[in-house]
């Protein structure tokens, strides 16, 4: 398997923003969608995949972000995997619980296609922060 990036997020037209902007940014790894959380976490389950890094929307409809992410941290073989939060919430409950759960970063969806580039070329360059040194 190769490593790649899972991208968590039930909106189809945030994540196809995302991975041209990824793409564009020249993101080492490619990046796989998984249209949420329980999506997630049965290809995760399936170890079809070999993360580096999950990006991970929280509000999302059944298993959501939070949930998603207590899951990994329970399981030893991601416990240690950069999650980055992805969120439009901007609740300080969700932030810090994201935190306490045990999540990398957390960061603010952007709200247009300027700032997707942005963010991309922010998550590339976090990369070698996560124990990865082709960022």
Known sequence: MRPEILLVDDDAADAD??????????????????????????LLSSRRVAPVLVLLDIKMPGIDGLETLRRLRADPL???LPVVMLTGSDLERDREQALRLGCSQFLTKPANLAGYFELAARIRRLLPAFGDNRG
């Open 17 to 42: 923003i995302f991975l041209i902007a990824a793409k564009e940014a020249g993101m080492p790894y490619p990046v796989r969608w998984a249209a949420g959380g329980e999506a997630a976490l049965e």
């Open 78 to 80: 991601y416990r240690e």
